[in-house]
């Protein structure tokens, strides 16, 4: 039954392994490229001491890589394109009625259907380790920098997550259409709509953001968190809010904004700054709690599959 599974199986998988290579030749050439420059510009230094004013050179380092790093983004998409192939090969035996040989042969329908389900997890789980293994690499330089929240979708464990959703979401539509084609089409929107979904109104809070004022020279690192709000602005010392009359005698050069600094002193007002974040330890956090929510989507979404087989399908 394995073998079987596996001939049947196998022109998918490979074309997913041919993804891969693609993406492989993409990103192994530049993430040595990458690794070299962090190395010979001393980034690594940068970060390790924070007494040295490096500032300008980590800022540098990270641009230089925008345009590639959106090419890459759109690898946010492959989980989806995986875990299509490799759910297509059941559609399709389900859209053509050859199962049905199958479960003449001494093949008892609980069994086919253990041993297909198996095989669309195992490989779905497998691509994925895959080429997280090789986001991560690629994305380490960047990370060191400006932390892990920023390659959230393509590293740690939601890519098998995403991966496994996909490949459930065509599965549960294939058996109910049974034709191929509309199953992937539909379950690429819902893929594409939850993804979306879940990034915006959901992942920001699944625990509380911090809130945090400070003064310009003090406060929380934010290099690794997740920010989504920042603010300069002038405050008293004590924290307060500035008076729009203190503000407005201190006004050098209303055209161009200036203000005297020994004005600013003489009343008590500061630069500060304030920030609405997730800390980049929480990196790990949000992992799970993300992969948890794809999973048991993509376990209900088999296990419809699986009851709608046993009982809709003859």
Request: hydrophobic share 55%; glycine share 8%; net charge neutral.
């Amino acid at each position: 039954m394995i073998w079987v599974t596996w001939r049947q199986q196998r022109t998918e998988t490979l074309i997913a392994l041919l993804l891969l290579a693609l993406v492989v030749a993409l990103l192994v050439p530049t993430g040595l490229h990458m690794a070299s420059v962090y190395d010979r510009d001393g980034i690594a230094a940068c970060l390790s001491d924070p007494t040295l004013d490096c500032g300008g050179r980590l800022d540098s380092f990270v641009s230089r890589w925008d345009s590639l790093v959106n090419v890459v983004g759109w690898l946010n998409l492959l989980p989806a394109l995986l875990g299509a192939l490799i759910a297509v090969p059941l559609v399709l035996e389900v859209e053509r009625g050859t199962f049905r040989l199958a479960w003449t042969q001494s093949v008892t329908r609980d069994r086919w259907l253990a041993v297909r389900l198996g095989v669309i997890v195992a490989a779905s789980l497998a691509v994925a380790v895959l080429l997280t293994l090789l986001m991560t690499w690629w994305r380490d330089p960047l990370d060191h920098v400006n932390g892990r929240f920023d390659g959230f979708d393509l590293e740690g464990v939601v890519p098998a997550a995403y991966t496994l959703f996909a490949a459930a979401l065509v599965l549960a539509a294939g058996v109910v259409l049974r034709r191929s084609a509309p199953a992937i089409g539909l379950a690429f929107v819902a893929f594409i709509a939850v993804r979306i979904g879940i990034a915006t109104w959901l992942r920001p809070h699944y625990q509380s953001p911090l809130h945090a004022t400070w003064q310009i020279g003090s406060g929380p690192d934010l290099r690794g968190a997740w920010v989504f709000h920042e603010l300069h602005e002038l405050r008293r010392s004590s924290g307060q809010p500035v008076d729009p009359g203190a503000m407005l005698e201190c006004v050098t050069n209303p055209s161009r904004k200036l203000l005297d600094n020994a004005c600013l002193d003489r009343h008590g007002i500061v630069e500060a700054m304030s920030a609405t974040y997730h800390p980049g330890s929480r990196f790990w956090t949000f992992q799970a709690m993300e992969a948890g929510i794809y999973v048991a989507a993509a376990l209900v979404l088999l296990a419809f599959a699986a009851w709608w087989i046993r009982k809709r399908v003859s």
